[in-house]
């Protein structure tokens, strides 16, 4: 089965830190994503990658960035944090859009 | 825009009853449908996945039908436990989306009563 690690299932920052959320793959998969979830709001897509270096913005993208250096790693960066991004991110995988997606066990983001 | 919608939002039954959740879409193009459980706190876990090409999927007491004509998901889950208690998505990945983006529900919240 295909796994997604998300590494860290609890966070709490400062409002201003720059902010690393990693997620990892391990079936060689294209296709990554991020998405927030909040209540009320469902799930919004952050960004997603399709290739290694390849990133496109999704619905909410302001005041995040994305890196994927390498195909089985996908990173969330907030490059300053506020209370506003105190969510539950969760990553996700896919090889091809005949296949569905598998999430991570997300992690749910305190920013204080 | 496809548009996906899970109607009831929320749903109590008690334990042994079948469960019966809608899904429904507004553009037929799309490549799969997915099912997903979501356990308050964590990920999401997949249920079912349904090609667009099939009418239905099983697995154990789960069983999902695709009618894309009519945009429309059920899915059923027999004789329910209180175990089956969580929020279910459903998701569709549409066609005309750029790389493989899903459109999801906002969701069935489901509690089964011993």
């Known amino acids: 089965d295909v796994k997604v690690t998300q590494s860290s299932r609890y966070l709490v920052k400062r409002t201003g830190e720059k902010v690393f959320l990693e997620c990892v793959q391990d079936?060689?998969?294209?296709?990554m994503f991020w998405y927030r979830q909040d209540p009320g709001l469902g799930l919004r897509l952050i960004y997603f990658?399709?290739?290694?270096?390849?990133?496109e913005k999704g619905d909410i993208p302001e005041g995040y960035s994305v890196s994927r250096e390498k195909k089985e790693r996908f990173s969330l960066i907030l490059e300053s944090a506020s209370t506003n991004q105190t969510s539950m991110y969760l990553c996700a995988s896919s090889p091809t859009p005949n296949y569905g997606y598998t999430f991570g066990s997300g992690t749910r983001l305190t920013v204080v | 825009k496809q548009e996906v919608t899970q109607i009831p939002a929320a749903l109590s039954v008690p334990e042994g009853e079948n469960l019966v959740l809608n899904c429904s879409f507004t553009?037929?193009?799309?490549?799969?449908l997915q099912w997903f459980r979501q356990d308050p706190g964590k990920g999401l876990t997949s249920l079912l996945l349904i090609q667009s090409s099939q009418r239905e999927q099983t697995s154990g007491r789960l069983n999902a039908s695709l009618d894309k004509s009519s945009g429309r998901s059920t899915l059923y889950i027999a004789a329910s436990q209180p175990g089956d208690s969580a929020t279910y998505l459903c998701a569709v990945s549409p066609i005309k989306a750029a790389g493989n983006k899903l459109t999801f529900g906002g969701g069935t919240r489901v509690l089964v009563k011993p």
């Open positions: 553009d037929s193009a799309i490549y799969n």
């Open positions: 079936m060689d998969h294209e296709n």
């Open positions: 990658s399709y290739d290694v270096k390849m990133k």
